[in-house]
């Protein structure tokens, strides 16, 4: 018989963690089993809500920062820097019910079965939930993650506008979040965040857990293209200034950039809208998104560098206007060698196939990884799919996760 050692055998309460996810799925529900909760929405709101309780339920200490993010601290035997969990609760419009909800829910897993087993941490322990983690109703991503680090500017991000047409700060007090909370300020002793992998990687190698090693560069820039609406019957092809062909094409070449670079490199066309969007009227505007990503800066730079070629060169070949937003900009991160091999040797430890890998995903975690050992655990997604209703990752996998965080969290919180 080994030696019993009770903390690294205590375990997660999977049933109670699948009971919270269904129960924050059920606030913005839609068709098909997925959820809309866009940032600071109603039900963005009703979501926070129901998080808020729970994490007062479990005697946690809650507070709201200037950019609405949620921190729960869990006091530890000594008054010192805590060890930070968390994720996000906002979705995109089509989104699943594990993309953050999972990493949050997991951490509240957490403090619940430490309560239930009277243990008491060294370090305090912080669970947070950070503000407009997705990024599609306000960019750039990682909004909340990246004020409460200090990557991003308070003041500037408070004053951004959504799809929508409404300005973040007025939003975060419509819907009861706008915190006092000073922002960069709070540094945790270390940062773990549990997430699925939205991606086909540990399914397809029937892998339970990854250790996350970094995660991806990011780069959005919005496009907006004035050209000449006219009569699509009567304008010869030689004299139109068709913003509609022009977005396309700019799509068409965004795409051959990211297969012709191959490695990491991928490029997407998310959004593109056009005015009026009528059969018979060539397109006046275009409103377009790019989203580039790679593994490595330089490249990212050199895919950056390419589009914005040609996108000069085909705005004056079609005599159309283009102006240019950058919605979002990150540089590739690399998490903390040391909580990347934790991960991984908790995992081998608790029974699960383990490999590292780079998440292609954003993450609120980058935001913490320049100011602390940082890293991440991730969980199979069913088919690779995320940012769908369909996304979905089984009980037991998301039992894992969490076993793996609560033992990482036991770890460095020097139990
Ligand atoms: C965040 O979900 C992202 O776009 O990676
Ligand atoms: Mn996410
Ligand atoms: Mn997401």
Redesign the pocket.
């Known amino acids: 018989m080994p030696e019993v050692n009770t903390i690294s055998e205590l375990r997660i309460n999977g049933g109670r963690l699948c009971r919270r996810i269904e129960a924050l799925a059920a606030t913005g529900a839609i068709e098909g089993d997925g959820v809309c909760r866009l940032a600071l929405t109603d039900e963005d709101r009703k979501g926070r809500d129901l998080v808020c309780g729970w994490m007062k339920q479990l005697g946690m200490r809650v507070s709201v920062d200037r950019i609405g993010n949620v921190v729960g601290v869990r006091g530890g035997l000594e008054d010192v820097a805590p060890v930070m969990t968390g994720s996000h609760i906002d979705s995109?419009a089509t989104g699943g019910r594990y993309?953050g909800a999972l990493g949050v829910l997991a951490g509240l897993e957490v403090i619940a079965s430490l309560n239930d087993a009277g243990v008491n941490t060294r370090r305090p322990l912080a669970v947070a939930f950070f503000t407009n983690?997705?990024?599609v109703r306000f960019a750039p991503?990682m909004m909340g993650s990246g004020v409460h680090q200090g990557a991003l500017d308070l003041e500037e991000m408070l004053a951004s506008r959504s799809i929508d047409g409404k300005i973040l700060g007025e939003e975060l007090k419509r819907i009861g979040y706008a915190g006092a909370t000073g922002v960069n300020r709070f540094r945790a002793h270390c940062f773990i965040e549990l997430h699925v992998e939205q991606g086909p990687v540990l399914e397809r190698e029937a892998i339970g857990v990854a250790a996350v090693t970094g995660v991806q560069g990011?780069s959005w820039t919005e496009y907006r293209i004035d050209g000449t609406a006219n009569h699509a019957g009567t304008t010869p092809m030689h004299l139109r200034q068709d913003a509609g062909y022009v977005a396309a094409a700019i799509a068409v070449e965004a795409r051959r950039i990211a297969i012709e670079m191959g490695g990491s490199q991928v490029a997407t066309v998310g959004a593109v809208e056009l005015v009026p969007n009528l059969v018979n009227v060539i397109a006046g505007q275009a409103l377009m998104t790019v989203?580039l990503r790679n593994m490595e800066e330089a490249l990212l730079q050199g895919a950056e560098q390419r589009l914005a070629d040609f996108v000069n060169q085909i705005g004056a070949r079609e005599g159309v206007e283009i102006s240019q937003r950058k919605l979002a900009r990150f540089e590739p991160v690399a998490f903390d060698d040391a909580m990347v091999a934790l991960v991984e040797e908790i995992a081998t430890s608790l029974g699960f196939s383990c490999r590292r890998m780079p998440s292609?995903?954003?993450?609120d975690a980058q935001m913490f990884a320049p100011n602390c050992p940082t890293a991440m655990i991730f969980v199979p997604s069913k088919d690779g799919i995320s940012?769908n209703v369909a996304e979905y990752t089984a009980p037991q996998e998301l039992e894992a996760g969490a076993n793996v965080l609560l033992q990482v969290v036991l770890n460095k919180s020097d139990y």
């Open positions: 995109v993309d983690e997705e990024g991503d990011i989203d292609g995903a954003g993450h940012h």
